[in-house]
């Protein structure tokens, strides 16, 4: 029940957004833009879709559409990046399916992983968020993927044109500017902005909390070189968050 509840719901956001299904690995989705045919705005597309999963989780959890019981939610991760990769019927001569392999699906499937280490559900590179101005998005840093010899920045995707408006948005950003500042710089007072944007961010979508909260424990990922890096691939897990209330 819960992985036909998550995986029908959840794909329907892909092919809503003009993306391409890929394949389910275990309790993942694997989705692509751009290919088999050209996708006007692929990555705010692909950026779409994951803020539409966002919701739905939210619902689904709400409504304890899992089965799991009250105070028993199901947490997701996704990860999107933008760049080339091969794309077409792969496989056996038996049996082979249409899919994407290269370096940027193994970038997504990397900054989705990621999404654990951040504490937050939707990260977006670089490469994907150049095509995204006006929208509600957060420094978070730069890591160490596996396989990549470069730091990959990455983003927190908050919501999109319409939460970057917003007045508590606004404030947020600058805050956060404040505090990418204060770790970059190895600046005393990091605490106090942390806990002012904690407050702010407090009416903005969930999970800014224990993203906040766990970025003062990431201090290096503000500190080191950062480097920034078509198809846009998204990758993503769900992971059963017993007894949370997040």
């Known amino acids: 029940r819960f992985l036909n509840t998550l995986l029908d719901a959840l794909s329907r956001h892909v092919t809503a957004n003009e993306g391409t299904l890929d394949k389910f690995i275990g309790d993942s989705i694997m989705a692509f833009w751009n290919a088999p045919v050209d996708v006007t705005d692929h990555p705010a597309k692909a950026v779409r879709a994951a803020l539409a ?12 559409a899992f089965g799991f019981g009250a105070g028993q939610t199901v947490r997701i991760g996704i990860g999107i990046h933008t760049g080339v990769a091969c794309v077409g019927n792969m496989g056996a001569e038996s049996r082979f399916n249409y899919s ?21 559900d939707i990260l977006a590179s ?22 990549k010899s470069a730091r990959t920045r990455i983003n927190a ?13 606004a404030e947020l950003r600058l805050l956060h500017g404040k505090l990418v500042e204060a770790l970059h710089s190895r600046l005393p007072g990091s605490r106090k902005i942390i806990a002012a944007a904690k407050a702010k961010a407090a009416g903005l979508p969930a999970g800014l909390q224990d993203f906040y ?34």
């Not at 999963?53 to 304890?64: C, F, G, K, Q, V």
């Not at 150049?130 to 890591?143: F, I, K, N, Y």
């Not at 995707?157 to 948005?169: C, I, K, L």
């Not at 290096?220 to 990758?235: L, P």
């Open 100 to 120: 994407a392999v290269g370096d940027a699906v193994n970038i997504a499937a990397r900054i989705e992983t990621a999404c654990k280490t951040v504490s937050f």
């Open 157 to 169: 995707v908050v919501g999109d044109e319409n939460v970057a408006s917003s007045p508590d948005f």
């Open 126 to 147: 670089d490469d994907t968020v150049r095509s995204l101005p006006g929208w509600a998005l957060l420094d978070a840093g730069s890591l160490e993927l596996k396989g």
């Open 213 to 246: 909260g766990r970025i003062s424990r990431r201090a290096d990922d503000f500190v080191a070189k950062r480097a920034g890096a078509a198809v846009e691939a998204n990758a993503g897990y769900a992971e059963q968050q017993f007894g949370s209330g997040s």
């Open 53 to 64: 999963m966002r919701e739905t989780i939210a619902r689904l959890n709400e409504s304890d």
